[in-house]
């Protein structure tokens, strides 16, 4: 898969076939959605509309927990195919490591063994998730797409990963601002030396990572700038000091929180 996406979490419905178009015509060719962003519709019309060949796309959707089971599992990935218009996916996760996931599992082998899903894997797993997965099931998920980013580096999830084949891939490689991350002065100095943004330096850092990246923005002048990442190099002791902004916790909230298990348990996305 490519190592460098683009995400429209967050982008609304009415605004995601321009932001997808924009970020088509800026060389975006892998893109990452999910049912529970309500954008497919829209993201399968900038596809289409693109006259970009499919085979040049890396298309990935998520399954949400209401879906989970598989049946629903099996509907559900019918229905996402649908909306974006396609006849394959790159790539098919389950959103979470939540409700009855297993089945769903089981229904997500079968697609990827009649080829409408090329890949298929997880997002939001923990180390303990993932392996228990493995051990009971056939096929080892291809990716993990986890909160990745400076202040939440998962070094060693992204070791284990690797030790059982699994590619890491960050979201929200910004903490989506947080902590004031597009001002902090280290990520701005290690910038400066490059001409180079905060932004750059963060998706240039995950890369050198072999992290797999998915930046999202609304904005074609920082699309453009979100790619423009090949031509420099962090030195070891750049990636030593960012190393070292590493909190070990998360910006946003923890799946292993009972009330915020419940409360996404809980949430509808139709
Ligand atoms: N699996 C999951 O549970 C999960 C959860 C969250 C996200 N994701 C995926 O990961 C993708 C990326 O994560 P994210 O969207 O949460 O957050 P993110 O990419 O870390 O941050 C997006 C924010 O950064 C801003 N931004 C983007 N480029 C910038 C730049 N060059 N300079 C300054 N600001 C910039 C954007 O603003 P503008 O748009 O205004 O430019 C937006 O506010 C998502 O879109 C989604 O596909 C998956």
Partial sequence: MPILG????????????QVVSDAL???????????????????????????????????TTKMWIQHTGEDTARREFDLSLRRLGLDYLDLYLIH?????????????????????????????FHPDR???LMTHNDITPAVNQIETHPFFQRREDQDLMRAHGVRIESWGPFAEGKNDLFTNPTLTEIGAAYGKSVAQVVLRWLIQRDVVVIPKSVRPDRMAE??????FALTDDEMTRIAAMDTGRTAFFDYRDPEMVKWLGGRRVD
């Fill in 25 to 59: 015509a800026a060389g975006y060719r892998s893109l990452d959605t999910a049912a529970s962003y309500g954008n497919e519709e829209a993201v399968g019309r900038a596809i289409a509309s693109s006259g970009i060949p499919r085979g040049d796309l890396f298309v």
């Fill in 6 to 17: 683009f995400g429209v979490f967050q982008v609304p419905a009415e605004q995601t076939e």
């Fill in 130 to 132: 993932l392996v228990d």
């Fill in 226 to 231: 979100n790619l423009d990442v090949f031509d």
């Fill in 96 to 124: 979470q490591p939540l409700g009855d996931y297993y089945s769903s599992w089981h229904a997500m082998e079968k697609v990827y063994g009649e080829g409408l899903a090329r890949a298929i894997g997880v997002s939001n």
